[in-house]
């Protein structure tokens, strides 16, 4: 199983950026997903997850009302697309995606908001 990862890139602050992070694997059936972001000298910290149903997803206080997690089974894809975004959120994004056996996490997308 393999995540790619793709969306990140250099924008102002108040800007937008739309992460996405897709799995390969024909037999890979991914539960819960989620998206991590690891700041510049900080421990790696969740930012938002949802369920495989896509009813249930949760965030981080400091991202509720700017980023929306969402997910399409059949492409086995995630998305996190994010709003009014802030210097504090400059880090590498990571997704990880989990079935019944194990977790599996993308390679890191930078995602740079500057002032």
């Known amino acids: 199983v393999q995540l790619g990862e793709s969306g990140g890139g250099s924008v102002q602050a108040g800007g937008s950026l739309r992460l996405s992070c897709a799995a390969s694997?024909?037999?890979?059936?991914?539960?819960?997903m989620g998206w991590y972001r690891q700041p510049p000298g900080k421990q790696r910290e969740l930012v938002a997850s949802?369920?495989?149903?896509?009813?249930?997803?949760t965030y981080a206080d400091s991202v509720k009302g700017r980023f929306t997690i969402s997910r399409d089974n059949a492409k086995k894809t995630v998305y996190l697309q994010m709003n009014s975004l802030k210097p504090e959120d400059t880090a590498v994004y990571y997704c990880?995606?989990?079935?019944?056996?194990?977790?599996?996490w993308g390679q890191g997308t930078q995602v740079t908001v500057s002032s």
């Open positions: 694997g024909s037999t890979f059936r991914p539960n819960s």
């Open positions: 990880l995606m989990s079935d019944v056996e194990a977790g599996y």
């Open positions: 949802i369920t495989s149903g896509g009813r249930v997803t």
